[in-house]
């Protein structure tokens, strides 16, 4: 794995997280008003650093993720997702500095907006309040199962520009059909290194990842854009041999350590 050296400021916004007894206000909060908090400062930030189109986007779409990471976790939970996501976008030729300025914007305005006021904890239930919630709840009507093409004809699943409602469910079932082969190639290969249970999502997500990259990029792209998700997938602490044997017997994709 690759190392990601961070800044002193960085490093003291995720000591302040993790240690700081007080959640942000804006935890919780919608995306679009979050996004408002944050964009004066930022789009003065990208428009400082000279960046133009169509980078500028770029660093647009790392500052909506950022946003997006504030609003949904937390303490612990937020300190780890803050690296990872400036890895994420290191890893695509973003410069690391720049997003460490955006993250200090970011955190810099949520802080001045202010904390959540810790609510008053409530007791929790019973194993047999438990029981009889999940039961009452499981006992009214049940909600009917759809197919793929229903939704579609109800416009509940947007189409894809030119497709008809046939030529994209026959694409959905093709893509059904990928994942499930995936994942029966993938099982054996994990239950000799040990991996059982649970711990097998995180290898099929990226499984499937790969797999979309393979079907989208082709020779040096292909072995660049593998090298950074399996650097992705390691930092998020999946085992990196592990994470190349499967891109190897999956795809043929051989990345160095």
Known sequence: ????????????????????????DVYGMSQ??????????????????????????????????LVKTFRTRTRDPLARAIPLAIRKWANLDLAVPLLEELLGDCFLRFEQHGYAMPGRGLARLSSDENRACTQ??????????????????????????????????????????????????????????????????????????????????GGRGLEIAAADLLDLAEAKGLDGETLRALAQALFGISVPS
């Open 1 to 24: 794995m690759r190392t990601l050296p961070l800044s002193a400021a960085t490093q003291a916004i995720l000591d302040r997280i993790k240690t700081y007894e007080w959640a942000l």
């Open 32 to 65: 679009s008003r979050a996004v408002r908090l944050v964009k004066a400062r930022t789009e003065i930030r990208i428009n400082k650093a000279g960046i133009g189109p169509p980078y500028n986007n770029v660093y647009r779409r790392y500052v909506l993720e």
């Open 136 to 217: 009452s709840s499981q006992s009214g009507k049940r909600r009917r199962r759809t197919t793929y093409a229903k939704a579609l004809q109800k416009g509940r699943v947007a189409l894809r520009g030119g497709n008809t409602i046939e030529e994209q469910v026959e694409l959905q079932r093709q893509g059904s059909l990928l994942a499930s082969d995936i994942a029966r190639r993938l099982k054996p290969i994990l239950q000799t290194r040990g991996v059982s249970g649970r711990a097998i999502i995180p290898y099929y997500n990226f499984a499937q990842q790969l797999g979309r990259l393979s079907r989208a990029y």
